[in-house]
């Protein structure tokens, strides 16, 4: 045995020694009894799991590199110590989907606060991550903790921390609580206390009553809806919220209609993954809907579908993204509308024709909803939205598809569909077609040499267009862009996921009015710009 191999087994049975959960300690044992677990066993201790683009994520195991027991006590206290250091004062909210380990670790969270002497509220029942975000400015808290791995597979969880206004930690916040987290002493001597008050459904009849605030009452409902929740937590405060608002009861896909941590019936539970959506577009086709709308499993993104030629396609997030901000303009909403800098460039247009202020930010709506206090719209391309800033302070999968209904129903009574919307943009604007390159790895050291690949040998030209810029964002984050004529690609690693992906967009005007012939042009071009990119990153 190596003195690496000794020093790693030392420190597992530290852990063990400390770890708060029998099942997870007879999980490292086992690890540990095993004379090949070496290579699982250096993964486990690779190092803890930090805050990336949304909180702690990882997958469910024993270790500091895992999502349990042990380390949820630990960021919990390193949390309330954080606030107590900082004199912030109130409530610890705490939410929780259905995922496998949710609840415990919401009451281990709950416990850490009531133990170090703050108070603890819980979520009635595992909800949407929006009515937590929703909940943490509702009851003046302190912060709030959403205990969710939102989209991930199966075997991940998570762990998002809200200040107190409602958004999401960035620096120094998150760097200050990490460390805070690494000075916590043996878990042992954490103090628990009781797990906290259990809120009433009051919280939730709160957040309908808001929701149905966004849209206007005077807009037609006739529209038949298809809907999914994905396994996951969003049917019943969409459902009640939709009908609260007078549309008609939605069709649910009956099949992913209740949680189920296993996702049985996807892949991946992430309606951007191929293949997620197949049941929702079954049920749209075979009920007559007007549209499809999905919510990822904690309901903090809302996919659309809408139906093309003779079958249904799904609306990518930036179509949706200006469709909801050309939407809120034509009523009349005023103020800062913003996007990423990997989303499309239209929505920068819009605003600039039309006089409103515009903000661009770093991937994340940690960031998005600092764009400014003027802030009244945010989105980015990954499905999420952010239509009533002053109700949550997050993405919001329930809000959105509240006003995706509304637009879709105006269109239908003036005999137009959303397609129809999007070609009129189309036109004004010239054809902002958008994809995304996406490689999920085995191995995360695959994707620091793809970046140091299109570092070293960035293309020369894009589309037969010269590169005329390169615009590396190291050290404020790992993102590359590089820009052709009107050809923008957007390279990053994922923040949530073991991803490597690459943003694609191209600007196709409009002659003649003949937009499908600028879709197909468009079309074409991003094929030939995933090739181009995926050679500049060395994969084949």
């Known amino acids: 045995m190596t003195s690496t191999e000794r020093d790693l087994r030392a420190e597992a049975e530290a852990w063990l020694a400390d770890d708060p959960d029998p099942a997870t300690r007879e ?35 024993a270790g500091p590199n895992g999502m349990n027991l042990a380390v949820v006590r630990a960021a919990a206290a390193g949390l309330v110590r954080w606030l107590a250091d900082n004199g912030v004062e109130g409530p610890l909210v705490v939410g929780y989907d259905a995922r496998h380990g949710s609840h415990a670790f919401a009451v281990e969270t709950a416990r850490v606060a009531t133990g170090a002497g703050r108070e603890a509220l819980l979520l009635p029942r595992p909800l949407p991550t929006p009515v937590l975000a929703f909940a943490v ?48 002493g043996p878990l042992a001597e954490v103090p628990l206390g009781p797990p906290g008050q259990v809120l009433t459904e009051e ?33 019943d405060v969409f459902v009640t919220t939709l009908e609260a608002a007078g549309y008609p009861a939605p069709f649910v896909v009956a ?37 499809a709308i999905a919510n990822d499993p904690d309901a903090d993104r809302c996919a659309v579908a809408v139906p093309d030629g003779g079958g249904w396609r799904l609306l990518r997030g930036d179509e949706v993204g200006v469709l909801l901000a050309d939407h809120l303009m034509r009523r009349g909403t005023e103020g800062r509308y913003a996007t990423t800098i990997v989303s499309s460039s239209l929505l ?54 509240l006003l995706v209904c509304e637009l879709a129903a105006g269109l239908k009574a003036e005999l137009k569909t959303l397609t129809d919307r999007l070609d009129e943009l189309a036109e004004r604007y010239g054809v902002h077609a958008t994809d995304q390159l996406s490689v999920r790895v ?25 590169v005329t ?21 957007v390279v990053r690693p994922s923040g949530t996921e073991p991803k490597l992906k690459a943003y694609l967009e191209v600007v196709e005007p409009v002659v003649g009015g003949d937009i499908r012939k600028a879709r197909e042009t468009a079309a074409a071009s991003l094929v030939a710009l995933r090739t181009e990119t995926a050679a500049a990153l060395g994969l084949r």
């Open 27 to 61: 999980e490292l044992r086992a690890v540990l009894d095993n004379g090949n677990g070496g290579a699982e066993l250096a993964d486990r201790f690779a190092g803890p799991l930090r805050f990336g683009t949304a909180g702690l994520r990882g997958p469910l195991r």
């Open 137 to 184: 400015r509702r009851r003046g808290a302190a912060a709030g903790v959403m205990v969710t791995a939102s989209h991930n597979p199966p075997q991940d969880n998570g762990y998002k921390v809200y200040l107190g206004d409602g958004s999401q930690i960035v620096p120094p916040a998150d760097v200050e609580i990490e460390q805070a987290i690494r000075a916590v």
């Open 203 to 235: 919280i939730v009849q709160a957040y309908v009553d808001a929701a149905i605030g966004v849209v206007d009452a005077a807009v037609p409902r006739d529209l038949l809806v298809a809907y999914t929740p994905m396994h996951g937590v969003g049917r």
């Open 255 to 291: 099949a992913q209609a209740e949680p189920d941590a296993d996702f049985p019936t996807v892949a991946f539970p992430n309606p951007e993954e191929p293949g997620a959506t197949d049941l929702l577009l079954t049920l749209a086709r075979e009920s007559g809907a007007d549209i």
């Open 348 to 401: 920068s247009r819009m605003c600039a024709e039309r006089g409103l202020p515009y903000g661009e930010t770093l991937t994340g709506f940690k960031w998005i909803v600092r764009a400014g206090d003027d802030l009244v719209y945010g989105y980015e391309e990954a499905l999420g939205y952010c239509v009533a800033p002053s109700i949550v302070r997050d993405k919001d999968g329930i809000t959105a598809a």
């Open 442 to 466: 085995d191995d995360l050291a695959d994707i620091a040499r793809a970046m140091d690949t299109i570092r070293r040998r960035p293309p020369t030209a894009l589309l037969d267009e010269p």
């Open 469 to 489: 810029s390169i615009e590396d964002r190291l050290p404020e984050s790992d993102v590359l862009i590089l820009r052709a004529g009107t050809t923008r690609v």
